[in-house]
Structure formats: C-alpha cells, structure tokens
C-alpha cells in the first residue's frame, strides 16, 4: 500500500454503501455533512439510517448487493459482516471506483482517518491500521489543544489571506503579514476585529 493523506470532494458524487450494521452508520456519519448522493445496500439496517432514509437523506435498496448496483460509483464502501461479501464487492468494483473495504482495510484503496474538525481546520489522524483505539485517544488530546476558538481564528485568517492576496503588494510585504496573524495574538473576536481594521486601513494607504 501507498497511502497518503487527501481531502476529498464528495459533494454530489455517487457513494454506494453495503451493509446497513453499526460500521455503515459510522462511516455514512462520517461523510454525510459533504452531501453526496448515497445508496444504501442492504436487507436490513439500524434504527438511525432508517431516520436517514426517512427524511430522504439517503436512498435505501432493501435486498442484498449485486455487481450490478456498484456501477458508476465514485465510492464504495463494504461493510457487511460477511467477509466473503465484502471480498466480492471490491473484486467487482469498478477499475475507477475508490473503495473502503471495512473487515480488511488493506483489500481497498481508501482508508478513513479519523478526524477532527474546527470550521476550516482539519486534522486527519490514522495509524494506517496498527491502532484505531490510538487514533481515537490522540484525537481527544488534540482537540483540548484545538479548541472551538479555533473556528472562528480560521474565518479571520481566511478574511485576512483574502485581504492580502488581493492586496498590491510585493510577495515579501504579504509573507510577513501572513506570518504575523499566525500567532496566540489573534486569537479572541476582539483582537481580530482590530487586526482587519489596521489592515484595512494600511492597504487603503497603499491603493
Ligand atoms: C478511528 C476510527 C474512525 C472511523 O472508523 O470512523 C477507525 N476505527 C475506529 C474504531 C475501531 N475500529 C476497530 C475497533 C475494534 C478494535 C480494533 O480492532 O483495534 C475500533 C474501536 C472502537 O470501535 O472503539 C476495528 C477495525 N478497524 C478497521 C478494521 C479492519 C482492518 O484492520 O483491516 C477493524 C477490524 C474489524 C474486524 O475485526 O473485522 C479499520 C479501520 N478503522 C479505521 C478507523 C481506519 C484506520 C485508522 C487508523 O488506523 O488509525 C480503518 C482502516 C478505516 C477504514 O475502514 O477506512 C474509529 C474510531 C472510533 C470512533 O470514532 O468512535
Ligand atoms: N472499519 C472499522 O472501524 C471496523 C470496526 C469494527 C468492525 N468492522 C468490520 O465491519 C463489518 C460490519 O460490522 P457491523 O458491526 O456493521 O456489522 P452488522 O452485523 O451490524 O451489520 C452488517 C450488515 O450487513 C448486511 N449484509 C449482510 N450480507 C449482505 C449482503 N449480501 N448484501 C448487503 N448487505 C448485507 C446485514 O444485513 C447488516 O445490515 C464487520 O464485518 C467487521 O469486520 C470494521
């Protein structure tokens, strides 16, 4: 295996996901919030897809896969609790089809890092497999360091990069001012409201 950490764009692509057991739940948590289309394949499934399926957040094929219904998917996840099912379903994906294989991480070609997210701030952590229990307790100390001001910081860094990279400056004069937010300084709504007023006032000067 060659694996290497990537955001993915999900939005409105075809997700197929075999199996509707607790593992398919977690997985289809995972990656609703990027709103892709997914069909859900399966004889039976818990209580909270079937909410999922109720508001029609979801499609629900009751019945056992076939190769038929892994066509023209973008991503495929099998999670039966068959291993010969699962086995089956990555041997007839299609050649273009990523695929997470849930009983044998190594038979896909996507793997799911568990994540933590604060807006715009992402951290992916995996242990390719050695450990997810590890994955998990390294999360949790992370997100005591990368709390929930974090969503706000990132807006304001966002609004400032924008500021800069529209601004006429040299690309020295916007490496420093990049650099200089990044910093415990800015931190809190008052600091940063001050910090965009100054920037403001600065490229105006310069316009
Ligand atoms: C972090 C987390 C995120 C998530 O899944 O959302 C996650 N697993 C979690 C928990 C967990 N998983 C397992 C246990 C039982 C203890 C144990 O076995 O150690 C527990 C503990 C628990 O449940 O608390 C069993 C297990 N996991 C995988 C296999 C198959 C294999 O190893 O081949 C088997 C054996 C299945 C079997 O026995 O048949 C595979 C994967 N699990 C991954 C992620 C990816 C690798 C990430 C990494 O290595 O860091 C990978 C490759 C993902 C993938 O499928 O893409 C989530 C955190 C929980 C949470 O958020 O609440
Ligand atoms: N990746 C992970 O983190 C992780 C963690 C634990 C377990 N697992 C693996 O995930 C698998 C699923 O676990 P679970 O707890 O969700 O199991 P589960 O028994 O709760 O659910 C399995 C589901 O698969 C469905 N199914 C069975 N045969 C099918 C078929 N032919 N076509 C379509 N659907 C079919 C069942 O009806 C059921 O809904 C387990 O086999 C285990 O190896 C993965």
């Given at each position: 295996m060659g694996l290497i950490p990537t955001m993915i764009d999900l939005q409105g692509k075809r997700v197929v996901v075999v199996g509707g057991g607790i593992i398919a739940e977690r997985k289809i948590n995972n990656i609703i919030s990027a709103k892709p289309k997914i069909t859900l394949i399966s004889p039976n499934i818990t209580p909270k897809l079937q909410t999922l399926v109720d508001h029609g957040q979801i499609k629900w094929l009751k019945k056992n896969v076939s190769s038929?219904?892994?066509?023209?998917?973008f991503l495929i996840i099998a999670a039966t609790n068959k291993e010969e099912v699962n086995q089956q379903i990555v041997a007839e994906a299609p050649d273009y089809a990523l695929i997470n294989a849930?009983?044998?991480?190594?038979?896909?070609n996507v793997q799911f890092p568990i994540y933590l997210q604060r807006g715009k701030l992402s951290i992916a952590i995996s242990t390719s497999g050695a450990s997810p229990i590890l994955a998990k307790k390294i999360k949790q100390k992370l997100e005591k360091t990368y709390d929930e001001s974090y969503e706000n910081y990132l807006d304001f860094l966002f609004e400032v990069r924008t500021m800069i990279k529209n601004a006429k400056l040299d690309r020295e004069e916007k490496q420093t001012l990049l650099t200089e937010?990044?910093?415990?300084?800015?931190?809190?709504a008052a600091q940063q409201t001050k910090y965009i007023l100054s920037l403001q006032q600065k490229l105006k000067k310069r316009d």
């Open positions: 038929q219904d892994l066509k023209e998917a849930a009983s044998d991480a190594e038979a896909g937010v990044v910093t415990n300084d800015f931190m809190n």
